[in-house]
């Protein structure tokens, strides 16, 4: 599966912006999909997960209350909501595809298959 993020760009604090992670080349809905970003100099961490039916999300606690993880299988895409923002959230944001059978989520990098490129987030105080 080909994974394409869009939708980043830059914010002030407290603004808010709504990534979009489209997919082709596979059925979509066998994927659990998930959401990871790298500030400079940092390891990239988990963001928020989805799983295949949407029917379960799972946030880092960083971004609780704040971000919203979403799917349309009928559109192919995954999205993040993202809502005020803090300069913290600064970061290359990267979407990520699990094939998998059941509907689950997943947490960590090892267990994705596709990543998509990144899209790049700033938030200005």
């Known amino acids: 599966v080909q994974l394409q993020a869009s939708g980043g760009g830059l914010v002030q604090a407290g603004g808010s912006l709504r990534l979009a992670c489209a997919a082709s080349?596979?059925?979509?809905?066998?994927?659990?999909m998930g959401w990871f970003r790298q500030a400079p100099g940092k390891e990239r961490e988990f963001v928020a997960a989805i799983s295949r039916s949407g029917s379960r999300t799972y946030y880092a606690d960083s971004v609780k209350g704040r971000f919203t993880i979403s799917r349309d299988n009928a559109k192919n895409t995954v999205y993040l909501q993202m809502n005020s923002l803090e300069p913290e959230d600064t970061a290359a944001y990267y979407c990520?595809?699990?094939?998998?059978?059941?509907?689950?989520?997943?947490?960590?990098?090892?267990?994705?298959?596709?990543w998509g490129q990144g899209t790049q987030v700033t938030v200005s105080s």
């Open positions: 990520a595809a699990k094939s998998t059978s059941i509907s689950i989520i997943y947490q960590t990098e090892i267990s994705y298959d596709y």
């Open positions: 080349g596979r059925t979509f809905g066998n994927y659990a």
